[in-house]
């Protein structure tokens, strides 16, 4: 059996699953939420019906931030070859896919099912092939340069698609489809729901979003188990990607003892994996490995984080989103770190096989992890 035919297996053993016993536990009740107006009396907004989830697709084609303001759309209605069209394709910062499936008034069986099928198609697709969708998008752009521009980083093809996530976008949401999320997401396959519902406003409707799970925490499982390539037991050691540029000093790091990352929820969130004593491995990318050390404390936002008695972001001369203090979903966050040892960026260790990833925070899972962590010991010297 390959890969593909095991993953719809997958998917029809889960979904049938979804019947048995162990579910029975669940009463969690479909999403919903009301809109009241502000002021003395206030008045509840009524709920209304999109005309179409033809047109909810074509405002997120419009206006992707509806979506995420964390990705960047790269293919709609893309010819699976399945006998089917996925909706859309979306690109992360770290260069996994996001497989969007409007539900369309199917059945959540329907739609997952679907989702999951399209799943085993897109885990084929290799550089080439995810850089023709995007050309079939967008005629004329080129997926590397755009990617560059949008992420302000170059996309790197070896790590392209190796993990990806599905997410359904539903206009209503039943508890049935909440139970199969959840349980297929306890199984170890990255899927999130984002609920829209409609408000009449006027001469107008509005538009809200709610997801089912902390995108975050999809973020998070996404990183940690790629579903490409060789998979072992993760050795325990934690793998730092440290953006540096102006916005954030390298040399600030090693001197006052800390790690961050900022901008947007997709580069802070992982953070909240480190917990004290964990140790880590930092890597600056485009560069190499800079150092060492084990977490001292958890995730601190940045108007928290103090160095010595004084406010951090007084002492330090990197900008670290200074100017995004107050939003925090794109404010910096820090996590305090004891080093063993680091080395400038101009020293920064990197050899062929050195295992490398966009996400800030992540526990790989790949033989290539643990023998760049075996010959970084080496290196630098540490047990």
């Known amino acids: 059996m390959d890969k593909a035919e095991a993953h719809r297996t997958v998917a029809s053993t889960l979904l049938a699953d979804t019947d048995a016993e162990n579910l029975v536990w669940s009463l969690d009740m479909p ?53 089917g069209r996925l909706d859309l394709l979306a690109i992360a910062p770290d260069g996994s896919l996001i497989l969007v ?23 084929k697709q290799d550089a080439n092939d995810i850089a023709a969708i995007y050309g079939r ?9 755009d990617f560059r521009e949008r992420f302000g ?79 072992e037991p993760w050795n325990g050691e934690y793998y730092v990607s440290f953006g540096e540029s102006q916005s954030r000093l390298w040399e600030e790091a090693t001197r006052f003892g800390f790690v961050s990352g900022g901008g947007g929820s997709w580069y802070s969130n992982s953070l909240r994996m480190l917990s004290p004593g964990d140790r880590i ?20 936002a940045a108007r928290e984080f103090t160095i010595g008695e004084r406010p951090a972001l007084e002492t330090l001369k990197g900008d670290y989103h200074r100017a995004l203090i107050d939003d925090p979903e794109k404010a910096e966050y820090f996590v305090p770190v004891e080093w063993d040892i680091t080395v400038p960026r101009e020293k920064a260790v990197q050899e062929v096989g050195m295992f490398g990833n966009q996400n800030t925070v992540c526990k790989p ?19």
């Open 31 to 83: 999403i919903s939420h009301a809109v009241w107006t502000v002021g003395h009396d206030p008045r509840e907004v009524p709920q209304g019906l999109l005309p179409s989830e033809q047109l909810l697709e074509a405002m997120i084609v419009s206006q992707p931030r509806i979506l995420s303001s964390e990705w960047m759309l790269i293919g709609r209605q893309v010819d699976t070859g399945y006998g």
């Open 153 to 231: 980083q170059p996309l790197d093809e070896e790590t392209l698609n190796d993990s990806h996530q599905i997410v359904i976008v539903a206009a209503t949401l039943d508890a049935s489809s909440e139970r199969i999320v959840n349980y297929l997401n306890d199984r170890g396959l990255a899927i999130n729901v984002l609920f829209f519902q409609v408000f009449n406003h006027g001469d107008q409707q509005l538009l809200s979003r709610a997801w089912l799970i902390d995108p975050g925490e999809v973020q998070v499982h996404v990183a940690n188990s790629g579903i490409r390539g060789e998979k």
């Open 365 to 383: 899972v790949t033989p290539k992890w643990r023998t760049t962590v075996e010959r970084l010991k080496e290196v630098f010297g540490v047990r």
């Open 281 to 300: 491995w930092v890597k600056i990318p485009g560069e190499g490995f800079v150092g060492v050390g084990s977490v001292t404390g958890a995730r601190i």
């Open 137 to 145: 998008f967008r005629p004329g752009h080129n997926l590397s340069a």
């Open 101 to 123: 499936e409007l539900k369309r008034d199917r059945t959540p069986r329907e739609v997952v099912a679907q989702a999951l099928d399209y799943a085993s198609w897109v885990e």
